[in-house]
């Protein structure tokens, strides 16, 4: 191993939620105003992900007062204190820019099944260890 990776492996969030784009998520980001602190959530759908390590960012964007918002967030800052999948969607592309250009219905993304992706994943360790 490298020295790069030793060091950005301490950095790293032991629990992160799988998630591709497509998929509708609430991001709860921790936001500093003066001495306080809060968290605000925001809600929408993942355009990307891109990057590796502690450098891997993801994009979500929401409709807000019929204005699209678009935020990039690192997956691994510890300002985003916590991220819920609400939705799987069923899309067949990476990168969603398309929806940038749609409005209204059109901009829906069809709703995958949740069941299916969680259960391909325990059905791989099980796999190997019959063979």
Do not use: W
Not at 61 to 86: A, C, D, Q, W, Y
Not at 99 to 114: N, S, T, V
């Amino acid at each position: 191993m490298d020295l790069i990776s030793v060091v950005e492996g301490k950095h790293l969030k032991k629990k992160v939620p799988n998630f591709s784009s497509g998929d509708t998520v609430k991001v709860h980001v921790r936001i500093k105003e003066g001495d306080k602190e809060r968290i605000q959530v925001f809600e929408g759908v993942v355009l990307q992900k891109r990057g590796k390590g502690i450098s891997q960012t993801f994009t979500v964007r929401k409709i807000s007062s019929g204005i699209g918002v678009e935020r990039i967030f690192p997956l691994h800052s510890p300002f985003v204190s916590n991220i819920e999948v609400t939705k799987k969607g069923k899309v067949r592309r990476a990168k969603l820019f398309y929806l940038r250009k749609m409005k209204g219905k059109a901009a829906k993304i069809e709703e995958g099944e949740r069941m299916e992706r969680e259960i391909v994943e325990e059905v791989k360790p099980e796999s190997k260890n019959k063979e």
